[in-house]
Nanobody
Framework: QVQLVESGGGLVQAGGSLRLSCAGS????????LGWFRQAPGKEREFVAV????????DYSASVKGRFTISRDNAKNTVYLQMNSLNPEDTAVYSC?????????????????WGPGTQVTVSS
């Protein structure tokens, strides 16, 4: 069983930055694929970023590539999402997720454990 808790969300002006954190429990966390997803009102959950078990591979959605950076600290059982150059289209609830398979995936259906999410609101 893995429990996840996100933090770091809030209200920020366009062009600003936020760093989200996701603290996990359980031994599985350090050996899992970690992902960030977001869901805006009235829209489906969408992929944002993913990091492999080793941390050596990352992938991003086209809408955030070059602006967001995913990282992990296995010693702290924490995954981060650094978000720069935010714009109003980034407004959503951001959730971290754990995939226990060795394979990286961008589909939310492939992730077993989810945090409750943290709200990010970007004002224009």
């Amino acid at each position: 069983q893995v429990q996840l808790v996100e933090s770091g969300g809030g209200l920020v002006q366009a062009g600003g930055s936020l760093r989200l954190s996701c603290a996990g429990s359980g031994r599985t966390f350090s050996s899992a694929v970690l992902g960030w997803f977001r869901q805006a009102p009235g829209k489906e959950r969408e992929f944002v970023a993913v990091m492999s078990r080793s941390g050596g591979y990352t992938d991003y959605s086209a809408s955030v590539k070059g602006r967001f950076t995913i990282s992990r600290d296995n010693a702290k059982n924490t995954v981060y999402l650094q978000m720069n150059s935010l714009n109003p289209e980034d407004t959503a609830v951001y959730s971290c997720a754990v995939r226990t398979s060795v394979l990286v995936s961008t589909s939310p259906r492939d992730y077993r454990y989810w945090g409750p999410g943290t709200q990010v609101t970007v004002s224009s």
